[in-house]
């Protein structure tokens, strides 16, 4: 059973960087993508970016100058680092498995979040 | 484009269906994919590849995709189906990920 779980500080201030990790058990990370989202509260999802293992990142373009993701294979984990915080910031932090590949037979990429963590609450606040 | 209109607000009676839909024109050219989120719990993948179900979803949820919109259906609603549900594709250059802004389904 593939599990996933994010850790890091509750609370940020203004101007710092954010560094976020989630662990991934029952899975190697090797063989999957791996996404970050986030949810301000009471409002939608939005996709911060995603890695592979080889290092290869994709990022929300609106927000890709302040976001850099890492994997470390030897603790199964993979990191998120958001920079130069502000209140706008503020909202839970989700890590999830991504689907991207070639299903048997077919002719197109899937791309899809199968496996969710629970979330972590940010507050970016002095 | 990178943009997915999900109607803000949807209601349905108990046992009976509805949809919800997604409408972009990245889904022209890729599928969406379906959460759902209750309150205080992380999003669930309900559908994906436009009429997929992962394994446990019930099969009263269903998805299809006409042109530039994608549905998600659900036949036969319970009250435990009532959330809020994403859709969820890629922009047009097919590498980035982006999601509607959600429905809130209220089953009456």
């Known amino acids: 059973q593939v599990q996933l779980q994010e850790s890091g500080p509750g609370l940020v201030k203004p101007s710092e960087t954010l560094s976020l990790t989630c662990t991934v058990s029952?899975?190697?990370?090797?063989?999957?993508?791996w996404s970050w989202i986030r949810q301000p509260a009471g409002k939608g999802l939005e996709w911060i970016g995603r890695i592979f293992t080889t290092g290869t990142s994709s990022y929300n373009p609106s927000l890709n100058s302040r976001v850099t993701m890492s994997v470390d294979t030897s603790k199964n984990q993979f990191s998120l680092r958001v920079s130069s915080l502000t209140a706008a910031d503020t909202a839970i932090y989700y890590c999830a498995r991504q689907i991207v590949a070639v299903p048997p037979g077919a002719n197109y990429y899937s791309m899809y979040m199968d496996v969710w963590g629970k979330g972590i609450t940010v507050t970016v606040s002095s | 484009s990178s943009e997915l209109t999900q109607d803000p607000a949807v209601s349905v009676a108990l046992g009976q269906t509805v949809r919800i839909t997604c409408q972009g024109d990245s889904l022209r050219s890729y599928y969406a994919s379906w959460y759902q989120q209750k309150p205080g719990q992380a999003p669930l993948l309900v559908i994906y590849d436009k009429d997929k179900r992962p394994s446990g979803i019930p099969d009263r949820f269903s998805g299809s995709t006409s042109g530039d919109t994608a549905s998600l259906t659900i036949t036969g609603a319970q009250a435990e189906d009532e959330a809020d549900y994403y859709c969820?594709?890629?922009?047009?250059?097919?590498?980035?990920?982006?999601f509607g802004g959600g429905t809130k389904l209220t089953v009456l």
């Open positions: 969820n594709s890629r922009d047009t250059s097919g590498i980035h990920v982006f």
């Open positions: 029952g899975v190697s990370i090797s063989d999957y993508f």
